[in-house]
């Protein structure tokens, strides 16, 4: 069983930067690929950024590439979502996931909600314009 705890969301104007942290109960941390998802109000949960177990590759949608940076900290059992030039349509909640299967595939499968066996319960973010 993994727990995901996720923090750092609030309020900000647009432009603006938040940091969001998901601290992660479980000794092999190291050996999960950890995501970041977030869902709206309304629209489905969709995939944000990725970051594999094995050799710390990245991956992100479209809509944050060159505004948001996930990172890890195996020693902490923490990822983290570092997220700039913050739009009104990043509003949203956002969600830690883990995938404890140590399968290493392509983005098709690293982006995929159903390939992450754990979620944590999330944090709000909204952007104001």
């Known amino acids: 069983q993994v727990h995901l705890v996720e923090s750092g969301g609030g309020l900000v104007q647009a432009g603006g930067s938040l940091r969001l942290s998901c601290a992660a109960s479980a000794r092999t941390f190291s050996m999960y690929t950890m995501a970041w998802f977030r869902q709206a109000p309304g629209k489905e949960r969709e995939f944000v950024a990725a970051?594999?177990?094995?050799?710390?590759?990245?991956y992100y949608a479209d809509s944050v590439k060159g505004r948001f940076t996930i990172s890890r900290n195996n020693a902490k059992n923490t990822v983290n979502l570092q997220m700039n030039s913050l739009k009104p349509g990043d509003t949203a909640v956002y969600h830690c996931?883990?995938?404890?299967?140590?399968?290493?595939?392509?983005?098709?499968?690293?982006?995929?909600?159903?390939?992450?066996?754990?979620w944590g319960q999330g944090t709000q973010v909204t952007v104001s314009s």
């Open positions: 996931a883990a995938d404890v299967s140590r399968v290493l595939s392509d983005s098709a499968y690293h982006t995929a909600l159903g390939s992450y066996n754990y």
């Open positions: 970051i594999r177990w094995w050799g710390g590759g990245t």
